[in-house]
């Protein structure tokens, strides 16, 4: 990075915390601090629910993740849009008739205190360990890729965002996120743009798409019934459904973005602006990975993204072993490239002969590195799209990347953070502690910011990589977020049960969901499902067994 990477970066951050802080540094009220005074309209409320959503976890794993296995990912969002209508239907309005603050007041009413709390709790676990892992996630990659100290990275990160959201609460999130979305859009139509333009002159997109295709990286649908695979049309629809349900409808970090809303109709209008543009979104994340492949098969790829994996097997005593893989791949690698610039007889079934190939050496190359320094992390997806953008991108676009991972590092740690200060307060503070006065209770949410900012803080310091980041974060949600929306679905749409049976029925859901994903016998989005209708169905059969409270 040159001094005009840095100008752009830090200049970039410091406008959008700085506004964000002095458009809302007043909060009188409760309702100001948590609900940013219901004022929100609905392009705000549409472009903060996309940024809460849209972590740096996006930008960093989805381009790898197409890079590496194609298109398919995008049928993890199949779902969304119906699921969005659902919401728009029956949970805004209900939350707006009661007027409030989270989703889970709602469920006190319907059944009781403690399915409340139980819900709260849950909801606290899974966005707790979700918030370290927004946080964790640019920081370990920009440690590795930059040289930085990832414990002062991820030091910084999380005190710039506890400072503007303890500071402005809910109204400065959804301003900061405005300007955030702007810089993301903006840095990933650039970069996109760059990556067609480096093509050799003969390759246009259209043949980049042809590449692309014959290497299989545009199978966007997969229809088969395998429960074990991860992405295919059913689980988008279904599993992707149902996260999206209880994603949209029962978790407070997006909850509370269309809670600010000015009426129910920005509320839903906001939603619904999210709902019909989050594919296409991800469908171009994906695409830029899909170019940064094309890309590739014209300039020479390493082996591995991740530098720390090949530092620590060329240290090793596999590095012979290692050098030889990799000049394999460099002979591959130029075989590819002669084949695809040969105007006159483009072969692609040879070239996707020698992509499976290619896999082939980098899968033994993750064995031997595995075999070096087992603690190393071999999967390099996140890693595949932050050293494009560090070895290729021109001075000043690399700041604005840079600036793009770590806004969205901001966005969605910021309404993570929002969220759960504001369950805390109101679902367990203020009500065991009522009647105290405004300040009070601004005070409170501004301390359990601050607390649960600590926490993620501290989570991050102790994190590690996983398969995949983007995964992690999803396989996350999809182990308490079953459980939950089928207590909501309950509470929505099946009155017969009351609150003693669902409170039983949600427990025991949820160890059996546990204990299902510790089996690792389907692919997690199924466990949104399961988990839901295991809710449900124990709920009627305790209800009908349960001894009555007199």
Same mark, same amino acid.
């Given at each position: 990075?040159?001094?005009? =990477? ?23 009220? +409760?309702? =100001? ?47 969304? !849009? ?42 606290? /676990? ?11 996630? !640019? ?43 702007? +810089? ?41 019934? =395998? ?64 170019? /940064? ?62 992509? +499976? ?11 031997? +590195? ?176 349960? !001894?009555?409270?007199?």
């Amino acid at each position: 990075m040159v001094i005009l =990477d840095w100008l752009v970066l830090l200049g970039t951050l410091a406008f959008i915390v700085l506004y964000g802080v002095w458009k809302n540094r007043k909060n009188k009220t +409760i309702e =100001d601090y948590l609900k940013g005074g219901n004022n929100s309209r609905w392009w705000t409320i549409g472009l903060s629910v996309m940024a809460t959503q849209a972590s740096a976890i996006t930008f960093l794993s989805t381009p790898g993740q197409a890079f590496h296995d194609g298109m398919g990912f995008v049928q993890f969002y199949f779902g969304l !849009p119906l699921a969005v209508v659902i919401i728009c239907l029956f949970f805004i309005p209900i939350y707006h008739r009661l007027k409030v603050y989270t989703a889970y007041e709602f469920l006190e009413e319907r059944f009781d205190l403690r399915t409340r709390t139980l819900t709260a709790i849950l909801f606290l /676990v899974q966005r707790g360990l979700a918030g370290g892992i927004t946080i964790y996630a !640019p920081a370990i990659i920009l440690s590795v890729v930059l040289g930085w100290n990832l414990k002062i990275l991820i030091l910084l990160i999380g005190c710039v965002v506890i400072s503007y959201t303890l500071i402005g609460g809910t109204r400065a999130v959804n301003v900061t996120q405005k300007q955030q979305m702007f +810089i993301i859009f903006l840095g990933m139509i650039t970069a996109f743009i760059f990556i067609i333009n480096s093509f050799p002159v003969e390759v246009g997109f259209i043949k980049a798409l042809t590449i692309a295709g014959a290497t299989g990286k545009l199978e966007v649908i997969d229809f088969s019934f =395998d429960p074990n695979s991860r992405y295919t049309f059913w689980s988008g629809i279904t599993g992707g459904l149902f996260l999206a349900l209880s994603y949209f409808g029962t978790d407070q970090s997006q909850v509370q973005r269309y809670l600010s809303g000015k009426s129910l109709k920005e509320s839903q209008l906001g939603l619904i602006m999210n709902g019909f543009l989050k594919v296409p979104m991800q469908f171009f994340i994906l695409l830029v990975g899909v170019m /940064v492949f094309v890309f590739y098969q014209f300039e020479p790829s390493p082996i591995n993204f991740n530098p720390k994996a090949i530092e620590a097997v060329e240290q090793s005593n596999y590095k012979e072993e290692f050098n030889h893989l990799e000049a394999t791949l460099s002979q591959i690698q130029e075989l590819k490239r002669m084949h695809l610039l040969d105007e006159n007889n483009v072969d692609l079934k040879e070239v996707a002969r020698l992509d +499976i190939r290619e896999k082939e050496i980098r899968k033994e190359a993750k064995s031997l +590195i595995n075999k070096a320094a087992p603690n190393i992390e071999t999967n390099d997806k996140d890693y595949v799209f932050i050293s494009f953008i560090l070895k290729y991108l021109p001075q000043g676009l690399i700041g604005l990347l840079l600036a793009v991972i770590l806004s969205a590092a901001m966005s969605s740690t910021a309404s993570e953070l929002n969220a759960l200060a504001a369950t805390t307060v109101v679902d367990l503070y203020k009500r065991n502690r009522n009647n105290l006065s405004e300040t009070h209770y601004v005070n409170a949410s501004k301390f359990f910011t601050l607390f649960w900012g600590i926490i993620a803080i501290l989570f991050a310091s102790f994190g590690s990589l996983y398969e995949n980041l983007i995964q992690l974060v999803n396989i996350i949600g999809s182990i308490f977020y079953g459980t939950i929306l089928g207590v909501f679905v309950v509470a929505i749409f099946l009155k017969r049960i009351k609150g003693q049976a669902i409170f039983y029925a949600a427990l025991i859901s949820e160890a059996l969901i546990i204990y299902i994903f510790y089996l690792d016998i389907l692919g997690y989005l199924w466990l949104n499902v399961i988990g839901t209708i295991l809710t449900i169905l124990l709920g009627y059969l305790l209800q009908f067994t349960l !001894p009555k409270k007199s």
